[in-house]
Nanobody, 117 residues
Framework: QVQFVESGGGLVQPGGSLRLSCTVS????????MGWYRQAPGKQRELVSS???????AYTDSVKGRFTISRDNAKKTFYLQMDSLRPEDTAVYYC???????????WGQGTQVTVSS
C-alpha cells in the first residue's frame, strides 16, 4: 500500500520560511519522480515542484527562486524548503509521485501552510 505522509506546515509571517517533509512507503522510492502539490481554498490542486529520480528539479513560475525541493533516497523522504513566503502561498500542501505516475488513491491529509501577519 502506497502512503505519503506530509509534515512541517504551520503559520508564518510574510517573508518567513518553512520546511515541509514527505515520507513515502509502499514503493521503490528511488525509482520515482516526486512532487509537491498545493490546493488553496476555492482553487484546484496544482503541482508546485517536482524532482526526478536523478535529482533534477522543476518549479512552477510563482515559486521559482523561493522554494527548493530535495530528496533523501536512503530515508525515502523528500522535502520542500520554502523561503520568502507570501500570503498567496497559503494552501494545503500535499506530496505524491510526479510525472508519468501519480497515485491518486493515496493522497495524504496534507499539511496546512498559512502565511499571514
Amino acid at each position: 500500500q502506497v502512503q505519503f505522509v506530509e509534515s512541517g506546515g504551520g503559520l508564518v509571517q510574510p517573508g518567513g520560511s518553512l520546511r515541509l517533509s514527505c515520507t513515502v512507503s509502499g514503493l521503490m522510492f528511488r525509482l520515482y519522480a516526486m512532487g509537491w502539490y498545493r490546493q488553496a481554498p476555492g482553487k484546484q490542486r496544482e503541482l508546485v515542484s517536482s524532482i526526478t529520480n536523478g535529482g533534477e528539479s522543476a518549479y512552477t513560475d510563482s515559486v521559482k527562486g523561493r522554494f527548493t525541493i530535495s530528496r533523501d533516497n536512503a530515508k525515502k523522504t523528500f522535502y520542500l524548503q520554502m523561503d520568502s513566503l507570501r500570503p498567496e502561498d497559503t494552501a494545503v500542501y500535499y506530496c505524491n509521485a510526479a510525472g508519468a505516475v501519480r497515485y491518486d488513491d493515496a493522497w495524504g491529509q496534507g499539511t496546512q501552510v498559512t502565511v499571514s501577519s
